[in-house]
C-alpha cells in the first residue's frame, strides 16, 4: 500500500481546517497526555477524557450538523425574504452547534469524575495518580470513619452526575431557543445582517438613538465572526476552535478539579494550549513568511493592506499555486515557494505535537510530586512542633516514659488501668 506524501497530507488538511484540528488534537494532546502518566488509573482516567471530547466535539459536531440540515425550509421566499431566511438559519444553526458542543466540553471532565470513582473507589486525584498523599477528601486527615468515607464518596459521585446533565441541559436548551428564535424571525420577516445595520443607521440619522445603530453593528460583527460560515461545523476557524472548543474544555477541566493538585495542573494546561495552538503556528508563518519568493511576500503585503479584502493569514499551497502565473513566478521559484510551505507545515505539525501534549505533562509530574512532597514536609514539621517527643530514659531493666509520651502512645479505647506493666 502506498502511503500518502506530506505534500498530500498537508494539502487535505488545509482544505479541511475542522480534521486539521481534529488531527492536531489526536496527535498533538491525547496521545501524549494518555501516554505520560504516572499510574494505569491516571491513564484510564485521561484516556476517556480526551477520547470523550474528541468524539464528542467532532463527532457530535458533524452529527448535529447532519440533523440540523435536515430540518424543513421555506423554499418559496424570493428577494430579500430569501436571503433573510438563509442568514436567520446560518445564525440559528450556529446557535445550536456552538451551544451544544460547549455544554459537552464542560460537562465531560464531571462524567469522567464519576466513571474514575465508580471504577476506582475513590475521587482522590492524588490516589489516581498513584500518590500516598491525601487529596480532595482529605478523610483520612480528618479521621473519617469506613461509613464516613464512603457517604463522601456516594455524595461527590452524585454531585459529579448532576453538574454534568445539568450543563448538558443548559447547552441543549439555548440550542433549542436559537432554532425556535430564529424561525419565528424567518416567519416575522426581521431583518438581518447588513440590510438591519443600514436599517438602523437610518433610524440614527433621522434622531433615532445611536445605540441601536452600535447595537445593530455589534450584532453583525458577531453573527459574521463568531457565527460559523454557512452554518456548517466543518468552517470553523481559530476563534470558534478558542470559545467553544479550547474554552470550555479546559474552562471543564478546572471546574471540575477534585483538589488544588489538579486544578494547577489543568490552569498550566490552559495556559500551554492556548499559548502553543494559537502563538505558535502564528510565530512560525512570520518566521518562514520572510523567506518566499520576494514577489509572493509582497503581494500578501499589498492584499493585507486593503481594507476590502480578506486578511491572508498564511501561506497555502493553494494560494501559490493560485496565484503562481499572476505573479509571474519562475518554475524556480514557484518550486522554491512549495519546498518552503512543505518545511513550514511539518514544523508547525511537529512542535504544535511537543508543546501541545508532551512538554506539558511531563511538567506537571515533576510540579506535582514536588508540591505534594513540600506539603508532606509540611506537615510533618507542623506536627513535630505541636507535639515534641522528649527522649525516655532508662533505669536497669525498668525503663520511664514521659507522661506526654505515654499519652500519644495510648490506643483509642484504651483504658489508663489497662496500661502495660512495664510501666
Known amino acids: 500500500m502506498k502511503l500518502p506524501s506530506i505534500n498530500s497530507i498537508f494539502t487535505g488538511l488545509e482544505s479541511n481546517p475542522v480534521i486539521e484540528v481534529m488531527s492536531k488534537e489526536i496527535l498533538g494532546i491525547n496521545l501524549p497526555k494518555t501516554a505520560i502518566v504516572r499510574s494505569s488509573d491516571e491513564m484510564v482516567d485521561v484516556a476517556f477524557n480526551e477520547a470523550g471530547n474528541t468524539i464528542g466535539f467532532f ?42 458542543l460547549f455544554s459537552l466540553m464542560w460537562a465531560m471532565p464531571f462524567l469522567r469524575n464519576y466513571l474514575t ?19 480532595s477528601a482529605g478523610s483520612d486527615s480528618l479521621g473519617l470513619s469506613s461509613d464516613s468515607k464512603q457517604q463522601r464518596l456516594e455524595e461527590h459521585k452524585q454531585g459529579y452526575l448532576t453538574t454534568a446533565f445539568k450543563t448538558i441541559g443548559i447547552g441543549l436548551s439555548i440550542a433549542l431557543a436559537g432554532l425556535i428564535g430564529s424561525r419565528v424571525a424567518i416567519r416575522k420577516g426581521i431583518p438581518i445582517g447588513k440590510e438591519l445595520v443600514n436599517r438602523l443607521k437610518t433610524e440614527s440619522a433621522d434622531g433615532g ?27 470553523f476557524s481559530d476563534i470558534h476552535a478558542a470559545l467553544f472548543w479550547g474554552l470550555p474544555a479546559y474552562g471543564g477541566w478546572i471546574a471540575a478539579s477534585r483538589d488544588g493538585y489538579e486544578k494547577k495542573e489543568q490552569v ?54 493560485k496565484n503562481a502565473d499572476k505573479l509571474k513566478l519562475t518554475p524556480t521559484e514557484k518550486a522554491t515557494a512549495i519546498s518552503l510551505w512543505k518545511k513550514q507545515s511539518l514544523t508547525s505539525w511537529l512542535a504544535s505535537i511537543v508543546f501541545l ?67
Open 59 to 100: 463527532g457530535g459536531g458533524f452529527a448535529l450538523q447532519w440533523l440540523l440540515d435536515r430540518l424543513p425550509e421555506n423554499k418559496q421566499l424570493e428577494g430579500i425574504l430569501a436571503e433573510r431566511s438563509q442568514l436567520w438559519r446560518q445564525t440559528g444553526k450556529s446557535i445550536a452547534i456552538a451551544s451544544v
Open 357 to 423: 501534549g508532551v512538554s506539558p505533562s511531563i511538567l506537571n509530574i515533576w510540579l506535582t510530586k514536588r508540591r505534594i512532597a513540600d506539603a508532606h514536609e509540611h506537615q510533618t514539621s507542623a506536627h513535630q512542633t505541636r507535639r515534641p517527643s522528649l527522649p525516655s530514659s532508662t533505669s536497669g531493666s525498668l525503663q520511664r516514659k514521659s507522661f506526654e509520651s505515654f499519652v500519644l502512645h495510648q490506643t483509642s479505647g484504651q483504658r489508663y488501668n489497662d496500661r502495660n506493666s512495664s510501666y
Open 268 to 321: 498550566l494546561k490552559a495556559a500551554n494550549f492556548f499559548i502553543w495552538f494559537f502563538a505558535l503556528p502564528a510565530l512560525i508563518r512570520r518566521r518562514f513568511v520572510k523567506k518566499y519568493p520576494k514577489k509572493l511576500v509582497d503581494y500578501i503585503a499589498d492584499h493585507n493592506k486593503s481594507q476590502m479584502l480578506p486578511k491572508i493569514k498564511r501561506v497555502t499551497k493553494a494560494l501559490i499555486e
Open 209 to 235: 438613538s445611536k445605540l441601536k445603530h452600535w447595537l445593530g453593528q455589534a450584532g453583525e460583527w458577531t453573527r459574521k465572526t463568531v457565527g460559523l460560515k454557512d452554518g456548517k461545523f466543518k468552517n
Open 117 to 135: 470513582a465508580v471504577r476506582t473507589g475513590t475521587d482522590d486525584y492524588t490516589q489516581v495518580i498513584g500518590s500516598k498523599a491525601s487529596g
